[in-house]
């Protein structure tokens, strides 16, 4: 049974590019949320994507954009790239109705030069 | 709104001592928890969680957590603590909705 994966495991870009990060739900799974890890911080809600829409959305300017594929996985893009953007992204997948009990993939760290 | 507070940035145990890490939260509603777990390099696992029922809830790795709404309070407990309990550890809080809010995180040492 695959878990959450995501891709790149890492990303070095400069400020004022785009980066694009993917995510594959688990198995199953039909939502798909994307937080932001801060070093030394708890990971912070960006938003929740569920049949190809964005239901809630974290306090995320939007240059933070996602993507869901009729396959459930899922892209976060961010336009525009920040020295501040530098963090690990996660991606957590769960059931429709069970929400409460996500799954997270091992992330994606990005480093903005 | 929601919020949740980890009490102690680090906690240093030695093994096979208890190991307390500290949660409260704020909730409007009756509130889901959850403790996660991360090492280094590495995404969130799910430790354990409250829902509804059962205030004291059994986790892996023999990890534990007890739900007391008069304290707003889901503190994480085990009884002897282990090398390999050095992590990261997570408390958060959702209503049920769309959107977990997280603690800081409280880094376990544990001494050998």
């Known amino acids: 049974d695959a878990g959450v994966t995501q891709s790149p495991t890492h990303l070095i870009k400069t400020r004022g590019q785009q980066v694009t990060l993917r995510c594959s739900p688990k198995s199953g799974h039909d939502t798909v949320s994307w937080y932001q890890q801060a070093l030394g911080q708890g990971p912070q809600f960006i938003f929740q994507y569920y049949e190809e829409e964005e239901r809630q959305r974290g306090n995320f300017p939007d240059r933070f954009s996602g993507h869901q594929f009729p396959n459930y996985s899922s892209e976060l893009n961010v336009n525009a790239l920040l020295l501040g953007d530098s963090a690990l992204y996660l991606c957590?997948?769960?059931?429709?109705?069970?929400?409460?009990?996500?799954?997270f993939g091992p992330g994606t760290r990005l480093l903005v030069l | 709104a929601q919020s949740v507070t980890q009490l102690g940035s680090h906690v240093s145990v030695s093994e096979g001592a208890l190991v307390l890490l500290r949660c409260n939260y704020s909730s409007s509603v009756p509130p889901y928890l959850f403790w996660y777990v991360q090492y280094p390099n590495q995404g969130l696992q799910l430790l354990l969680k409250?829902?509804?029922?059962?205030?004291l809830v059994k986790g892996i790795n023999g990890f534990e957590a007890e739900f007391k709404k008069s304290e707003t309070s889901f503190h994480l407990t085990k009884p002897s603590a282990h090398m390999s309990d050095a992590a990261e550890y997570f408390c958060?809080?959702?209503?049920?909705?769309?959107?977990?809010?997280f603690g800081a995180g409280t880094r376990l040492f544990v001494k050998a």
């Open positions: 409250y829902t509804t029922g059962a205030t």
């Open positions: 958060a809080v959702s209503t049920g909705g769309f959107k977990t809010i």
């Open positions: 957590a997948s769960s059931l429709v109705g069970q929400q409460e009990t996500q799954y």
